[in-house]
């Protein structure tokens, strides 16, 4: 049996349609015919949440059939294998030559970035957990920050920084802030909402993800942020005004979603607005 054989099999188990597990996920309904008709796959970050609303392992997903390994063949095990897809796109990503590797690691580069995502967090931003390496390919002393293979920064560094993991720390979190609407990502919106149900489970339980799927809020809060807004700042009236809109018209695309709420946090009295105009900076 093969992947879209086997995802058709689950999905008619859990008597989910197509159309309810596209809006599940936050994707077409099209997209999921293609993935059962072989036609294409699903991005390798929608899996966790394909097998969780399934209620089916990757390794029965992905056909991977436990007896198919041992400690005496050669071949990779189910979880390395898992391991090698999960980190074939990083949401954020530092890499630096071989002629820093030892300055910055003479440097607590981990707790430097550690408190850049505490401050980030004061601002609304959740920054997703960074992966850190040495890579040959670089030169020596050229360091880079990448987000799912995207370069957002690149530099050469001439003249070595007193403390390089500090600077480096604190370059990253100013891209993070820059670049956050591409580097949003639905495991983020999901992080965001599960904190959000502590403080108020009745906005929450029953409308994320069951009507308003982590896909639909992740892409809202992606373009309020591309508007200049910072979506988890108006978390609150974002999933009430979606929900609202949807119950009066379910087939509102993203943008339309978008604009509903944007009008909403674009009113004269919203409070950064109104105290721009009142500082006369805008």
């Excluded at 689950?10 to 008597?15: G, L, T, V």
């Amino acid at each position: 049996m093969e992947f879209g054989e086997r995802i058709s099999l689950y999905r008619r188990n859990r008597n989910f349609t197509q159309e309810e597990l596209a809006a599940r996920i936050g994707v077409t309904s099209q997209a999921v015919s293609k993935w059962e008709r072989k036609q294409s796959y699903p991005d390798v970050s929608m899996l966790p949440e394909i097998c969780r609303l399934l209620q089916v392992s990757a390794d029965a997903l992905l056909g991977i059939e436990k007896n198919s390994f041992s400690e005496k063949d050669d071949r990779l095990t189910g979880d390395e294998i898992m391991r090698n897809l999960r980190t074939r796109e990083n949401p954020l990503e530092l890499m630096f030559g071989t002629g820093l590797v030892e300055a910055v690691v003479k440097t607590p580069y981990v707790a430097y970035i550690e408190n850049r995502r505490k401050e980030l967090s004061a601002k609304g931003i959740l920054m997703p957990l960074v992966r850190i390496r040495d890579e040959s390919a670089l030169d020596g002393r050229e360091w880079m920050i990448t987000a799912y293979n995207r370069v957002l920064f690149d530099e050469r560094i001439e003249e070595m920084p007193e403390d390089p993991g500090a600077y480096m720390a604190e370059k990253l979190a100013e891209i993070v802030e820059e670049n956050y609407g591409y580097i949003l990502n639905r495991d983020l919106v999901c992080a965001i909402v599960e904190n959000l149900r502590i403080a108020y489970p009745v906005l929450i339980d029953g409308i994320v993800p069951e009507k308003i799927s982590y896909g639909l809020l992740h892409n809202v809060m992606s373009g309020l942020w591309e508007r200049g807004h910072n979506p988890v700042f108006y978390m609150i009236k974002t999933i009430e005004k979606m929900e609202s809109c949807l119950r009066l018209k379910p087939d509102m695309t993203d943008e339309e979603l978008t604009i509903a709420v944007a009008a909403d946090i674009e009113r004269e009295d919203n409070y950064f607005k109104y105290m721009e105009t009142k500082n006369g900076t805008v």
